[in-house]
């Protein structure tokens, strides 16, 4: 009896399949943005968020410890904006996990708290990020603007 030279063909079609679902998936999560120059230490998503607040000239700080930050079980707060008492936070995949949902958890009642208020950004904000901004900060809008 000859030896079978080919697996079978449920083994020949599962790695493509993954390989082209794994493709759309990373097509279908980017939004079409123009190009941003990457801030060290932050990731593309909150680089963009970064130079958003830089064009505004809004006063802000990024990834700042509050509330003890991780040695004494505060956190870290993504886009402090202390003129307006607003924490900014981009929700990236990291939020979707248990331990990130606890650590926002924990973030968010610590700095309510203190009378700060929480603002998620998602990546559908990415879009029309200068408006979203805005509208966080209680700015009028105009038309046409971060469009």
């Not at 999560?29 to 123009?34: A, V």
């Not at 924990?106 to 901004?133: A, F």
């Amino acid at each position: 009896m000859p030896k079978r030279l080919i697996s079978s063909p449920r083994k020949m079609m599962s790695a493509p399949r993954i390989n082209i679902r794994a493709r759309k998936l990373i097509r279908l999560s980017r939004p079409d943005l123009p190009p941003v120059t990457q801030v060290p230490g932050l990731n593309l998503p909150e680089s963009r968020i970064h130079k958003a607040l830089t064009e505004l000239k809004i006063n802000f700080q990024v990834q700042r410890n509050v509330l003890g930050g991780g040695i004494l079980g505060g956190a870290r707060a993504d886009f402090l904006l202390p003129d307006y008492k607003i924490d900014l936070e981009y929700q990236g995949p990291f939020h979707g996990v248990a331990e990130g949902k606890a650590r926002d958890i924990l973030r968010n009642i610590g700095l309510t708290s203190q009378g700060w208020r929480v603002v998620p950004l998602y990546e559908r904000d990415l879009k029309r990020l200068v408006p979203r901004i805005l509208e966080v900060i209680g700015k009028p809008v105009m038309v046409g603007v971060g469009t």
